[in-house]
């Protein structure tokens, strides 16, 4: 796209990028996604024969938003893409290419909440107590209970090296979003599985590859691999619905929070920077939230025990 764009419009978004690269040292993922996102502002702008990034105001960002929406974009989506935008342009105003914001104040339509579906504990355990029938189903399983055991995001688990993993601590260290590393815990199911692999790896990789998930050629397994093997894992294992690493990740923190209760510990396993995230992808509603107030937090509790001493107590004062 930015090769059809003029100058006036490839030249600073390219900037932007390298930016976002060498400055604040963004990974090459996030980089693609503002490039995906503003190369799509950038043909939006030049069909309409925008040469300039500065003539860009709120109404044309409004009109832009309401376009993505007809295409079929989600709340989600254009919120992203809004979010893409007045970063851009924090960027331009700060290189004076702009005077302003125009995004600033922009919001996307709300959308439905969708979140992935939750397999029970049972239909887990049916899953990962079946015995593998070769090789690569031993390496499948064996990530299939680490994502479960530790939640990890398909990019967490893609990105595993052999020294990631302490076997005896029983716990790995991972490379989350935003580069932040966290260490985690691993159940003994996944240890197992675990020393299982590592024999039928070494048959596989020589000591040069770091990867601990390989392929039959012996290179990092890829995120639509372990994605298809997921899935072909639950046709072959009798699972009676479609299988993805987001929906075990999912399994994982409703079952956690399920069984302790502990909003803020499955915040920390899952590497939720915020906490409305983690109540989101958990289905807690504000019921809960408030029950676990009250049961957690001292001056909840304190007037809580004011309330059953009566409306004589000496302590109301």
């Known amino acids: 796209m930015a090769d059809s764009l003029p100058v006036s419009l490839a030249a600073p978004l390219t900037d932007f990028i390298q930016h976002l690269a060498s400055e604040t040292r963004h990974s090459q993922r996030t980089c693609d996604s503002y490039r995906r996102d503003l190369d ?10 925008f040469d300039q990034w500065h003539r860009l105001n709120a109404h044309d960002v409004r009109r832009y938003a309401a376009d993505l ?11 992203r893409h809004l979010s893409s935008i007045r970063r851009f342009y924090r960027f331009l105003v700060r290189e004076k290419l702009a005077t302003d914001n125009p995004a600033l104040d922009i919001r996307a339509p709300k959308s ?14 049916h899953l990962l107590d079946a015995n593998p029938d070769d090789p690569l189903e031993v390496r499948d399983l064996c990530m299939f209970e680490l994502i479960y055991s530790s939640g990890l995001r398909l990019s967490e688990l893609a990105g595993l090296n052999v020294d990631s993993v302490d076997l005896r601590g029983g716990q790995l260290r991972v490379l989350g979003k935003g580069g932040k590393e966290r260490d985690l815990p691993v159940g003994r199911k996944a240890v197992a599985a675990i020393q299982a692999w590592l024999p039928v790896r070494a048959g596989l990789t020589g000591d040069a590859e ?3 998930f390989v392929s039959q050629r012996g290179d990092r397994l890829s995120h639509r691999s372990i994605q298809s093997r ?11 619905q479609r299988l993805h690493p987001h929906m075990l990740r999912h399994s994982f923190a409703s079952h956690m929070l399920e069984s302790s209760g502990d909003l803020r510990a499955v915040q920390e396993l899952l590497g939720h920077a915020d906490i409305a995230t983690t109540q989101v992808y958990t289905h807690l509603d504000f019921q809960h939230l408030a029950r676990v107030y009250d049961q957690s937090h001292p001056r909840a509790r304190r007037r809580r025990q004011d309330q059953h001493s009566g409306p004589g107590c000496e302590d109301r004062k």
């Open 210 to 212: 770091p990867a601990l």
């Open 69 to 79: 929406a007809r295409q079929g974009l989600s709340g989600r989506s254009i919120a």
């Open 40 to 49: 799509r502002l950038a043909g939006w702008l030049h069909q309409r024969q």
């Open 230 to 240: 997921l899935s072909r894992w639950g046709v072959v294992k009798g699972a009676d």
């Open 112 to 125: 439905g909440r969708r979140l992935p579906k939750v397999a029970d504990v049972d239909q887990v355990n």
